[in-house]
């Protein structure tokens, strides 16, 4: 069965903290993985986007990492700021290339 | 401005009326897909498209239609809807079906009474 595993649920840190949200795919073949935020009633905005070919990438504070073998993969926020308030979702791409199997999120809460 | 837009934004209908949720999108993307958002449950995949008049099935198809007519129009259609069809709902494209970010509209709350 295809599955994504978010952990913590939720998480609440202060301004400038460093942190790591973990996702966990039982997939041992996939396409890509990306790491999306989304904002209370309103959709998905695509953070960053690793192919299964690359270990990592990295978007100004944001740092994503993949690893295929043991089916995990981080995103490392640094410097954390309240604007990064909102939930965090991994998906990834299985091979059949038609649909993203998504995470039910990591909720992040950054106060000042 | 490239986006994805979904209409209408919030919904509440009642059992059985048949309704329509338009996604349009304005980058030319050739794949589309439909999801489903419930508390518990995360997003679902109702059905997709990899281009112009190829559509199939998702996870969560059942009670669901989608047609593909255009590039850039994948509405949603609910030919009967019921109670367990109140869901948040969201349209998505990429460029193609792999490799590529996925862009989502903004959501269109409905509710089935």
């Known amino acids: 069965k295809q599955e994504v595993t978010q952990i913590p649920a939720a998480l609440s840190v202060p301004e400038g903290e460093n942190l790591v949200l973990n996702c966990s795919f039982t997939?041992?073949?996939?396409?890509?993985l990306q790491w999306f935020r989304q904002d209370p009633g309103k959709g998905l905005t695509s953070l960053l986007l690793?192919?299964?070919?690359?270990r990592e990438q990295t978007s100004g504070r944001l740092n994503a990492s993949l690893d295929k073998s043991s089916g995990r993969s981080t995103l490392y926020i640094a410097a954390s700021q309240p604007g990064d308030s909102a939930t965090y979702l991994c998906a990834y791409l299985g091979q059949a290339g038609t649909a993203l199997i998504f995470g039910k999120g990591t909720t992040l809460s950054v106060s000042s | 401005e490239a986006q994805v837009t979904q209409n209408p934004r919030y919904l509440i209908t009642v059992t059985g009326k048949k309704l329509t949720v338009t996604c349009s999108q304005n980058m030319n993307h050739e794949y589309m897909s439909w999801y489903r958002q419930d508390p518990g449950l995360g997003l679902r995949q109702i059905y997709y498209?990899?281009?112009?008049?190829?559509?199939d099935k998702g996870d969560v198809p059942e009670g669901y239609k989608v047609s593909r007519k255009e590039k850039r129009n994948f509405p949603l259609i609910l030919e009967s809807p019921s109670p367990n069809q109140t869901s948040l709902y969201f349209c998505a494209s990429s460029l193609v079906a792999t490799n590529e970010k996925l862009f989502f509209g903004s959501g269109t709350q409905l509710s089935v009474l």
């Open positions: 997939d041992s073949a996939i396409y890509n």
């Open positions: 690793i192919q299964s070919s690359q």
């Open positions: 498209s990899m281009n112009v008049e190829v559509t």
